[in-house]
């Protein structure tokens, strides 16, 4: 059974760090991409950043260019997601997905294969 577990949510104070790992288990983390997705309250979820299966190629979105950094640790099966100058706008639930053998451009929300369950994370201003 696939499970993906997120976690290092909370609540931070606006221009603060957060990191977010997302624990992977029942899989062969080694050949999916990982990617980080939001959903902010009456928003759809988007994407925020992707590391890929091979080359571990990153690609973020705009929003967070600059701000966040996306890694992996295949020995510990766990992705991270590294949040600097945190603002306001980021308040969101975090998740973390996977899709099997896919480059960063293929990290999409309508193509993943397994989800986890989320992150609360609260930026307050």
């Known amino acids: 059974q696939v499970q993906l577990v997120e976690s290092g949510g909370g609540l931070v104070q606006a221009g603060g760090s957060l990191r977010l790992s997302c624990a992977a288990s029942?899989?062969?983390?080694?050949?999916?991409?990982m990617g980080w997705f939001r959903q902010a309250p009456g928003k759809e979820r988007e994407f925020v950043a992707g590391?890929?299966?091979?080359?571990?190629?990153?690609y973020w979105a705009d929003a967070v260019k600059g701000r966040f950094t996306i890694s992996r640790d295949n020995a510990k099966n766990t992705v991270y997601l590294q949040m600097n100058s945190l603002k306001p706008e980021d308040t969101a639930v975090y998740y973390c997905?996977?899709?099997?053998?896919?480059?960063?451009?293929?990290?999409?929300?309508?193509?993943?294969?397994?989800w986890g369950k989320g992150t609360l994370v609260t930026v307050s201003s």
């Open positions: 590391i890929s299966w091979r080359y571990t190629s990153t």
């Open positions: 029942g899989l062969a983390f080694s050949n999916y991409a």
């Open positions: 997905a996977a899709r099997l053998h896919a480059s960063v451009l293929l990290i999409t929300w309508d193509a993943m294969d397994y």
